[in-house]
């Protein structure tokens, strides 16, 4: 079970749109329609921002979408505000009752 | 409104082991359909998902059911303590890399949703 492969770290101005990948493999992510996102800010609890690949919970911005194509999911956020700035995690269901995280993605807003 | 809160020491020595517990208030621990999950992150690193307990029946006792992360193999262990709503980790053995901020969640397994708790730090040194 090997982590999930995000990006570091991206970047984009206010009002653009900014997309970090998601890559895992064909027993996680492109095996399950359990991909989710988590917005963190550090010292307060990771936010889920979208559930089952690209559902959206109550109250989340539909500024924040998912997608997915084969083993890689995407989160992309829209009109880009500076409260987004923070870091992003993907997770998938990994077979047999177990999960996976990505190792995180930094997003700056310029 | 649901709330979830981790307790247990900040510090532990090498070779023992850590024991966390999380409080869940606004919710029962025994609800259908949840189950209730340890996650960790390492200081500079990415979320690892420690493992998963889960209760069926429809009577005390309850039924319990556990998952854990392979690569931790037999070193973790979840109970829970219905009377408090609380649920708890062991994790034995533990060495310096087992230093991170421990969170419990709720899981809905059925579509992968964690609602999480704020974390507590534990580090691992003599």
């Known amino acids: 079970q090997s982590a999930l492969t995000q990006p570091a770290s991206v970047s984009g101005s206010p009002g653009q749109s900014i997309t970090i990948s998601c890559t895992g493999t064909?027993?996680?992510?492109?095996?399950?329609?359990?991909v989710s996102w988590y917005q963190h800010l550090p010292g307060k609890a990771p936010k889920l921002i979208i559930y089952e690949d690209n559902k959206r919970p109550s109250g989340v911005s539909n500024r924040f979408s998912g997608s997915k194509s084969a083993n890689t999911a995407s989160l992309t956020i829209s009109g880009l505000q500076a409260e987004d700035e923070s870091d992003y995690y993907c997770c998938s269901h990994a077979g047999s009752h177990t999960w996976v995280f990505g190792g995180g993605t930094s997003l700056a807003v310029l | 409104q649901l709330h979830l809160q981790e307790s247990g020491p900040g510090l532990v020595k090498p070779s023992e082991t850590l024991s966390l517990t999380c409080t869940v208030s606004g919710g029962s621990i025994t609800s259908y359909n949840y189950y209730w999950a340890w996650i960790r992150q390492p200081p500079g690193k990415g979320l690892e998902w420690i493992g998963t307990i889960y209760f069926f029946g429809s009577t005390y006792p309850f039924s319990k059911i556990t998952y854990n992360n392979p690569s931790l193999k037999s070193r973790v262990s979840m109970s829970v303590d219905t009377s408090k709503n609380q649920f708890s980790l062991n994790l034995s053995s533990v060495t310096a890399a087992d230093t991170a901020v421990y969170y419990c969640?709720?899981?809905?397994?059925?579509?992968?949703?964690?609602?999480w708790g704020q974390g507590t730090l534990v580090t691992v040194s003599s």
């Open positions: 064909s027993s996680d992510v492109g095996n399950y329609n359990l």
């Open positions: 969640a709720r899981l809905i397994s059925g579509s992968g949703q964690f609602f």
